[in-house]
């Protein structure tokens, strides 16, 4: 027996900064006292605080509206109830149960009852990479507590790909499980409010029952008949709320375990779980209109999850969070091209009942996997933050929000200025002008990077859009013009020489004097407010650069090729 309501199993940060491991009641015995959860990988944080929400979720019964939330955010002791409803169900928390084995099934064998390694299951052990792996050859045997964290995780985020085919499952033809995509949260761009320790956190992410498609009798896997090999019998009524979605068993798992711990696995596919307009049960990822979808189904609107890039930062995804709440502005509106998250507009909803303060600071945290190789492998895991004032989310008054949007926007255009400058400058030494020009662009986003957060999170209730939007640009102006400076002055005497190029309106003669005047002129337009009414030197007054013969210095029409373009921005 491992009693997960029991025994520690659960790592967690403590205010005080010192790390430890609880059991699950512990965990809500003591969550204003901890400051957050603290896992091997962002995606298992992910997954056990959707574990610790639907357990909530349940034993709270709600909350039905948004004045049971209220009432709850007030009472200091508002998880007190998960403890006894722990109690109630603690056989189906048990990690080692011989029949209904914690988010396992019993049953669960191959043909051959083969036995797998625990690579299957532990996520930064890539399988057939090994040497990219601190736990080199893999891992043989682990604790019951990791165990634990890895099913959940494996429940959630387990990738697609051939699985062994189990005894009793129809689907299994010759020994194989066939692809039916990744576990359910992998498919999702998730992100999940903060608060200041874990009470508030669980309490922001604890949407009521209002607020969503939640069908009566909406149940946790725990509360459901122990799951057999196949998928169930009844998912054509499900997911029917978040208790249901937040515990999906996207897998069959079976552990293999002695005296001394875990040692193997039997992994295949679970229930399966269309992504396609979850928008009104899944609340935790934003959503984008996909036409391939619309037109291979035949019809309109088709929302997706919105993926997670890892080489974007949260705050460049602003736009997604800042987007639509609905998927129809009106009966003529086209639909809306991307959903926020439903816990964004739950989140805009208390400020907007005034239960939360407008001023009331709120820290989005982003989690996702990105897949490789037919999504059998995971390629990266992402985990990124975001932080700013409540009013920024607001509905009834968007020109907040709106304003950070079009500020990620603006350093987006400006990186691009900064990318072509970098790109021209290798094209008129007569080098190869992609790897510099997405180093530039590297470097540009991450010198924006922390100006940006500090400014997003200085916005408050009652600042003027137009001065908020005019300061960040000359922010953005000054950082990346500091950089350009940066790259012209490398640039190299071949550079300064020129030559001539081919561009789409024939041959022109490039330098760096003319890609400069290229790039001020392009960060112009991306930034018109950051220039001022007075004069700026003339960037021809450097001192002179070598010219070739025959040539002029005097500024030519932008390459469309390099030129910036607004549509290609994103947010």
């Known amino acids: 027996m491992f009693d997960l309501t029991g025994q520690a199993w659960i790592p967690v940060l403590l205010a005080g900064g010192r790390e430890s491991e609880l059991s699950l009641r512990e965990v809500f015995e003591q969550a204003q006292r901890i400051r957050r959860l603290a896992c091997e990988l962002p995606t298992q944080e992910f997954a056990l605080t ?32 998960v403890l006894p409803y722990l109690e109630e169900y603690r056989d189906r928390f048990d990690l080692l149960h011989p029949r209904t084995p914690f988010f396992q099934c019993a049953q669960l064998r191959t043909g051959k009852d083969e036995v797998f390694p625990l690579n299957r299951i532990v996520a930064d052990v890539p399988n057939g990479n090994p040497f990219f792996t601190a736990r080199f050859p893999g ?7 990791e165990a634990a964290r890895w099913v959940v995780h494996a429940q959630a985020y387990d990738t697609s790909g051939i699985k062994t085919g189990v005894e009793g499952d129809p689907r299994a033809k010759a020994g194989k499980a066939y692809p039916q995509g990744p576990a359910w949260a992998g498919n999702l761009g ?23 498609s939640t069908v009566h009798g909406d ?13 169930a019998d009844d998912l054509a009524l499900r997911p029917t709320g978040p208790r249901d979605l937040y515990t999906w068993q996207s897998r069959r798992i079976r552990l293999h375990a002695d005296h001394d711990g875990v040692h193997g696995v039997v992994l295949t596919y679970g ?10 049960t899944e609340p935790m990822t934003g959503w984008r209109r996909s036409p391939a979808q619309e037109k291979k189904l035949g019809q309109s609107p088709v929302y997706l999850p919105r993926e997670v890039d890892p080489a974007r930062s949260a705050w460049r995804g602003l736009g997604s969070l800042i987007a639509s709440a609905a998927p129809s502005q009106g009966a003529a ?14 989140l805009a909803r208390l400020e907007a009942d005034e239960i939360l303060p407008k001023g009331r600071r709120m820290r989005l945290r982003t989690f996702g996997a990105v897949y490789g190789t037919q999504q059998s492998v995971i390629d ?40 072509d400058l970098a790109s021209d400058l290798a094209r008129a030494a007569g080098s190869e002008s992609e790897t510099p020009k ?45 950089l350009a400076d940066g790259l012209i002055a490398q640039a190299g005497d071949t550079a300064w020489a020129g030559r001539t190029v081919v561009t789409k309106q024939g041959e022109a003669w490039l330098s760096t004097d003319s890609a400069d005047l290229w790039f001020r002129s392009r960060l112009k337009r991306a930034l018109p407010l950051a220039h001022p009414t007075t004069p700026q030197p003339d960037p021809t007054d450097r001192p002179p650069a070598p010219l070739a013969p025959g040539t002029s210095d005097a500024p030519v029409p932008a390459d469309p090729d390099t030129a910036p373009d607004s549509e290609r921005a994103t947010a």
Do not use: C, M
């Open 139 to 145: 891992v043989e045997r682990i604790t019951f507590a």
């Open 50 to 81: 959707r574990l610790l929400l639907a357990i909530a979720h349940d034993a709270l019964d709600g909350p039905g509206d948004t004045e049971e939330w209220a009432d709850l955010w007030e009472d200091p002791q508002a998880l007190h109830p």
């Open 271 to 280: 229930d399966p779980l269309v992504p396609r307009n979850k928008f009104g």
């Open 219 to 231: 149940l946790p896997a725990w509360r459901r008949p122990p799951a057999g090999p196949g998928a």
């Open 333 to 346: 509106a086209d639909p809306a091209p991307e959903l926020r998250p439903g816990l964004v507009h739950w």
């Open 438 to 482: 997405a180093s530039a662009r590297d470097a540009g986003f991450g010198a924006l990077d922390g100006p940006y957060r500090l400014w997003l999170a200085a916005i408050r209730d009652g600042d003027d859009p137009a001065a908020l939007r005019t300061d960040w640009q000359q922010q953005a102006r000054r950082i990346v013009s500091t």
């Open 190 to 212: 998730a992100v999940l409010a903060e608060g200041t320790d874990l009470r508030e956190t669980l309490l922001l992410n604890l949407i009521a029952a209002d607020h969503w």
């Open 380 to 419: 990266e895991i992402a985990g990124d933050a975001v932080a700013f004032a409540l009013v920024v989310l607001s509905e009834r008054d968007s020109r907040l929000g709106e304003t950070a949007k079009i500020a990620a926007t603006d350093a987006d255009l400006a990186v691009r200025a900064l990318g």
